[in-house]
Nanobody, 122 residues
Framework: VQLQASGGGLVQAGGSLRLSCAAS????????MGWFRQAPGKERDFVAS????????NTAGSVKGRFTISRDNAKNMVYLQMTSLKPEDTAVYYC????????????????WGQGTLVTVSS
């Protein structure tokens, strides 16, 4: 299984970015997908998750209303649209796949991508 995250970069506060995660080696629609982030010196935190069919999703309170998770099962892709970015959103963002239910805990995920760095300048 491989998860390849991309789309990170440097953006000014108030700007937008869309992260993408390409999955291979798994039956994609059977997996719940999640995004986590880890800022320097901090723990990895849940950002958003989405069910296999794409109908049910969950978003952390800190990004609710600004970030949207979506997926395209035909392309084996999951996305994180980020708007109104803040300096505190600066982190490495990871995508992950879970064979069990959606989880806000990193331990609930079976596979992880390598991460993509998002830097928001003030």
């Amino acid at each position: 299984v491989q998860l390849q995250a991309s789309g990170g970069g440097l953006v000014q506060a108030g700007g937008s970015l869309r992260l993408s995660c390409a999955a291979s080696g798994l039956t994609f629609s059977n997996y719940n997908m999640g995004w986590f982030r880890q800022a320097p010196g901090k723990e990895r935190d849940f950002v958003a998750s989405i069910g296999g069919s794409g109908v049910v999703s969950n978003t952390a309170g800190s990004v609710k209303g600004r970030f949207t998770i979506s997926r395209d099962n035909a392309k084996n892709m999951v996305y994180l649209q980020m708007t109104s970015l803040k300096p505190e959103d600066t982190a490495v963002y990871y995508c992950a796949a879970a064979s069990r239910g959606q989880s806000v805990y990193s331990g609930g995920y079976d596979y992880w991508g390598q991460g993509t760095l998002v830097t928001v300048s003030s």
